[in-house]
């Protein structure tokens, strides 16, 4: 079994900068992808970022791409998301995930463990 908590979400102005964490417990995590989604009030979750087990290798959707960075410490056993040059769109609920694989990947239905997820709001 995984707990995720999330953390570092809150309000910024547009072109403002957050970093999201998400803590994760159990051994499973320094194998495993992970994956940070995020859904929007009426729109569908859909997948922001995916980071290897390593941190080797990343996949970003092209709405977020050169604007945010994933990355992790299998020390801390922790998973991070820093936002830069943030628009109104990117307000959304945000979730961290591990995936069944240790490869990148944003098919939700390979993630299994699932975090509560912190809320992000872009004031314009």
């Known amino acids: 079994q995984v707990q995720l908590v999330e953390s570092g979400g809150g309000l910024v102005q547009a072109g403002g900068s957050l970093r999201l964490s998400c803590a994760a417990s159990g051994r499973t995590f320094s194998s495993a992808a992970m994956g940070w989604f995020r859904q929007a009030p009426g729109k569908e979750r859909e997948c922001v970022a995916s980071i290897n087990w390593n941190g080797g290798t990343t996949q970003y959707a092209d709405s977020v791409k050169g604007r945010f960075t994933v990355s992790r410490d299998n020390a801390k056993t922790t998973v991070y998301l820093q936002m830069n040059s943030l628009k109104p769109e990117d307000t959304a609920n945000y979730y961290c995930?591990?995936?069944?694989?240790?490869?990148?990947?944003?098919?939700?239905?390979?993630?299994?463990?699932w975090g509560q997820g912190t809320q992000v709001t872009v004031s314009s």
């Open positions: 995930a591990v995936r069944r694989y240790a490869g990148i990947g944003c098919q939700e239905y390979q993630y299994a463990y």
